[in-house]
């Protein structure tokens, strides 16, 4: 190892640079490669965050590593989520500032050395590349994922204290302090770790961006899917109502009040058209509802964590004994207010079906996602 690529090593760090990972082995070296044109003459890391890709990617970062002890690899065993992610390795360091930037070249390392200088200045707690500010550029997107991101930002001012063009980059610098600050409040869910940094901060923090040319992936695809959406709204609501009510306790209603119309749907096909008996059509609507809660909240409530081969089956499995207990305790409780004379059958069937919800939400959180 020379001076020129390990400067300073006996003096503290400056800058460490979090790059989430999923399935990105072939772009690993040439982002190093790229990191260490950008930045002579500064005390540098990398940490790599992989969510066990089986790619290798986690593999690619060791070998690296062996080499050049500044580039580092955590990986995450069980769980998906790029924030969560940026989250982890941010908090791996203690270097003075930390970058966050995705690691298939899209975002140019170049642009590091200028937002460092930025921070070094004393003068702002985070340093933005933005697409959206003049002279940043959104790349070769398609015209729908364009107008998608731009009403996505629009959303985005709802929960952000303060302007931003473009909360929704991936490309950053901070204070390592004003992450310190503010750990604790931090939603963690989705992809929008930007966004949930400034909402979250307690202070309007000091801003400034630099321009962004969104570039080409270089190698492998994009993990953005339609699930960003959702996540997306999971993160607004968290910002809005997550201090009163946790969100996934929403998702997790909502996902219920599907069920119901499912359960009516399959009710009303087996009972109405195909003129089963009333128990059966009853017992199969509960059935089917219960696996399509289950379904949906494995892959929108608790996407994070979500039960994939074996571990699906035996999620459904614990799924169906929780639900079955809510059931229980949902009768009882509607029952036993309806027994009362004062309390209206509606309003006893209402009590019975928010018990009966709650309960199946805190178990079945606890006990089938493991949370
Ligand atoms: N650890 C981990 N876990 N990393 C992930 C995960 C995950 O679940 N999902 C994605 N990543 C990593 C990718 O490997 C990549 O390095 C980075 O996060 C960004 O993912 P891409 O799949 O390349 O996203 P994109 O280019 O479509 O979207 C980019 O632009 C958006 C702007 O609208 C990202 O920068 C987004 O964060 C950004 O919001
Ligand atoms: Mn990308």
Redesign the pocket.
């Known amino acids: 190892m020379t001076a020129e690529t390990q400067p300073m090593s006996a003096s503290s760090r400056e800058l460490t640079i979090v790059i989430p990972t999923f399935q990105e082995r072939d772009n690993v070296g040439p982002l190093v490669g790229l990191v260490r044109e950008a930045l002579p003459m500064i005390s540098w890391e990398m940490i790599f965050v992989d969510d066990n890709s089986p790619d290798g990617t986690a593999e690619a970062v060791w070998e690296i590593g062996q080499s050049d002890f500044r580039v580092r690899c955590i990986k995450r065993i069980g769980r998906r989520g790029l924030s969560s992610a940026c989250i982890e390795g941010m908090l791996a360091t203690g270097a003075t500032y930390v970058a966050v930037m995705?690691a298939?070249l899209?975002h140019d390392p170049m642009l590091l050395r200028s937002m460092l200088n930025i921070l070094r200045g004393d003068q702002v707690d985070l340093v933005i590349a933005s697409r959206y500010m003049p002279g940043g550029s959104m790349g070769d997107w398609e015209v729908d994922r364009v107008r998608i991101s731009t009403f996505a930002t629009r959303l985005s001012r709802l929960i952000a204290k303060q302007p931003v063009s473009d909360p929704m980059s991936g490309y950053f610098m901070l204070r390592r302090e004003v992450l310190e600050s503010e750990v604790e409040r931090l939603s963690s869910l989705g992809f929008k770790i930007l966004l949930d940094i400034i909402a979250s901060s307690p202070i309007p923090l000091r801003l400034a961006e630099v321009p962004l040319q969104f570039g080409k992936?270089y190698a492998g695809e994009?993990k953005l899917s339609t699930a960003v959406a959702w996540e997306f709204l999971l993160l607004i609501g968290d910002k809005l109502v997550g201090r009163y009510v946790p969100v996934r306790f929403v998702a997790f209603s909502s996902v219920g009040v599907a069920g119901a119309f499912v359960h009516f749907a399959v009710l009303t096909a087996a009972f109405k058209v195909i003129g089963l008996s009333f128990p059966v059509s009853q017992a199969a609507a509960v059935i089917i509802a219960m696996i399509f809660n289950y379904s949906l909240n494995n892959i929108l409530t608790y996407r994070d964590v979500s039960r994939k081969g074996w571990g699906w089956l035996r999620g459904l499995a614990s799924f169906i004994v929780v639900c079955g207990l809510g059931a229980i305790a949902n009768v009882g409780v509607a029952s036993y207010l309806f027994g009362q004379q004062q309390t209206m059958w509606a309003l006893a069937a209402i009590a019975g079906i928010f018990v009966g919800a709650v309960w199946n939400y805190a178990v079945s959180s606890r006990y089938t996602w493991g949370k």
């Open positions: 995705d298939d899209q992936r994009s």
